[in-house]
């Protein structure tokens, strides 16, 4: 498949002829990394979907780039993590510069012992690829191109929506709907909703350039450098001798006048001097905001990705945040269709996802006055502070040229249950389980791949294999929950880095929810403690 010239056909579905609104448990509204991934995990769960998209192509142009390692786990759970990565460009090292030197560099995963790297570069069009690969092989994803949403209306019991195509409109209904849509949400519009926040006066130029380069795979953020003086520059590299750069262009140029080839030709060859001969493949010129909904759940209607939430690109926060939104929703639908969880679960994830989205939006609106001062003060700080870090680490810590996107840690999710035991480290409550190498004897030879995400996880540390047995059966009382146990049974730990990272002792539990986040962890668990866990990760009543 080419990702960039495909054109998929437009297929009637038999939903078109039914003489009453068919029913679909789950409708997904969008096609892009958001609505796939949340349509592949449904799929992958049990759960039929459909999934809608008013085009019938992947997107133009590289778009979203930077993809982090979180995303990437959970495109690996998704069953299409491998071919991106062989694919994209892995990097670890981001250098900023002010003027025609360098302040200083960073390196995003300086320890060993992770599988996937710190971020790829890879375009959106590859990420939509892979994905409408992987969703083509299940038989319960229903994905249609071309059937637009037109007409939206929800009652107690079910969501009714009219579905526009080349051969005209027909109805159906769902159980539930989540508007993954983007930007300009139609769900959103239809519904008679907003999105509120701040726009940025200012205009970035994306360049896409095709070219041969010696630049390493790394990040270049450049603050007033010599060949664009006044502004910024933001360098990544891609696959296929590709190259994205963004200008700082100033609130007062024109866009129409800024993406004609004449005018972004100069700019790209001062960058890389008068020798390099390059292709410009792509271009645009765009604003931004930084912007979110009051509420991600109206109903039985949600909202992820950028049809709940957008910030500016400095920081790869927009397309990494709403995978894992459909990655926090995806889990928390099949238990709620299942009957494991009660409705309140859905609720949880507007309020978990809320909560990450204003630290996102808290940390691009931060980068981006960072980036683009707006007052003679403003600028007089920032460019003291890049002078500063050349020399001093302290004034590190304040340059911003976009804080890189990290995994939402659910400090305040009440599923989590809060910690009767003393730990040390990052694996509170909240966090993301983090991976380390283990030996198995299935061969598999990472943590993370043995996490399955199909229910919760019991990891243990421990050999008493009757103890063991009693925690797992009062789990499964519960919900379905795999047992994983370290130590001299299925999982071993030759390098010590699991018990480091989870700062283990014999005995030790953590207990992991489908999406991998820690919700409860105990020196020495009992099966009541185990079963309290469950049902409070489940959004059951304290006293049901």
Known sequence: MDFQTVVFPCQRSADQDAATPAHHPVVVVGAGPVGLSLAIDLAQRGQAVVLLDDDDRLSSGSRAICFAKRTLEIFDRLGCGAPMVSKGVSWQVGRVYFGSEQVYQFDLQPEPGHE??????????????????????????????????????????????????????????????????????????????????????????????????????????????????????????????????????????????????????????????????????????????????????????????????????????????????????????????????????????????????????????????????????????????????????????????GRLSVPAVLTDSPLNTPDVDSFKGQLVPGAVAADAPVSASNGAPWLLQHLHGNGFTLLLWSDDAAHDATLNAAAQAVTPTQLLRIGQAALQDPQGLLQQRYDAQPGTAYLLRPDQHICARWREPTPAAVQAALRRALAHPANG
Request: charged share 25%; proline share 6%.
């Open 116 to 401: 996937r790297p710190a971020f790829i570069n890879l375009q959106q069009y590859y990420v939509e690829g892979h994905l409408v690969e992987r969703a083509q092989q299940l038989p319960l994803l229903d994905l249609r191109w071309k059937h637009a949403l037109k007409g939206i209306t929800q009652s107690d019991d079910k969501v009714t929506l009219t579905v526009n195509t080349p051969e005209g409109d027909y109805a159906i209904t769902a159980g539930h709907v989540v508007a993954c849509d983007g930007s300009r949400s139609p769900t959103r519009g239809l519904l008679g909703l907003e999105s509120k926040g701040v726009t940025f006066k200012d205009r970035f130029l994306i360049a896409d350039v095709t070219m041969k380069a010696d630049f390493p795979p790394e990040r270049r953020f450049w603050f007033n450098p010599p060949f664009h003086p006044e502004h910024s520059v933001l360098l990544h590299r891609q696959p296929d001798s590709q190259w994205r750069i963004d200008f700082q262009l100033g609130w007062q140029a024109d866009p129409e006048v800024e993406r004609q080839p004449e005018r972004i030709r100069p700019r790209v060859q001062a960058l890389l001097g008068p020798g390099v001969q390059f292709e410009i493949t792509w271009a645009s010129v765009y604003t931004f905001s930084c912007l979110r909904m009051e509420k991600f759940r109206h109903g039985r209607v949600l909202f992820a990705g950028d049809s709940a939430h957008g910030v500016s690109p400095f920081g790869a926060r927009g397309a990494n945040s709403g995978v894992q939104d459909a990655d926090n929703l995806g889990w928390k639908l099949h238990a709620v269709l299942q009957g494991h969880a009660p409705d309140a679960l859905l609720s949880t994830y507007a309020s978990e996802r809320g909560a990450a989205a204003d630290e996102n939006i808290l940390n691009s609106t931060r980068a981006t006055d960072f980036i683009t001062p707006k007052s003679t003060a403003s600028r007089l700080f920032r460019d003291a502070v890049l002078s500063l870090a050349r020399e001093h680490a302290f004034a590190r810590s304040l340059v911003n040229s």
